[in-house]
């Protein structure tokens, strides 16, 4: 496979930065009683144009949906995996698909 061919199946697999996706993330880590919650959300608004939601699972991860311009769900991502978060983040694992609607924002569960 040529490397045109290589950026064309890539392209295929993840959505283009301007379409709207939903990405859902499972924190894995100590990031339950420190705040991650709210600073997630607090980060999905600065972002700005993402809608979903944060909420704590019974197994100690977080879970978080947000939906928007995969642009914008991307730097969500990454603050998650990379920022300045409280608690401390061991793992991330991520899954994106289409949205499916019915956010009014973004929330705390």
């Known amino acids: ?3 045109v061919d290589s950026r064309a199946a890539a392209a295929d697999r993840q959505p283009e ?3 709207a996706v939903r990405l859902t993330a499972w924190v894995r880590g100590r990031v339950q009683g420190v705040g991650f919650r ?3 959300r607090a980060n999905a608004l600065r972002i700005g144009g993402l809608v979903g939601f944060a ?3 019974d197994d100690g991860r ?3 949906v947000a939906e928007g311009d995969r642009a914008d769900c991307a730097l969500l991502l ?3 995996r990379h920022g300045d978060t409280p608690g401390h983040v061991d793992g991330v694992t991520e899954i994106w698909s289409a949205p499916r609607g019915g956010y009014e ?3 705390m569960r």
């Open 105 to 107: 924002g973004f929330d």
């Open 55 to 57: 909420r704590n699972l």
């Open 78 to 80: 990454d603050w998650l």
């Open 17 to 19: 930065s301007t379409h």
């Open 38 to 40: 709210w600073f997630t």
């Open 1 to 3: 496979m040529g490397e």
């Open 62 to 64: 977080v879970q978080v």
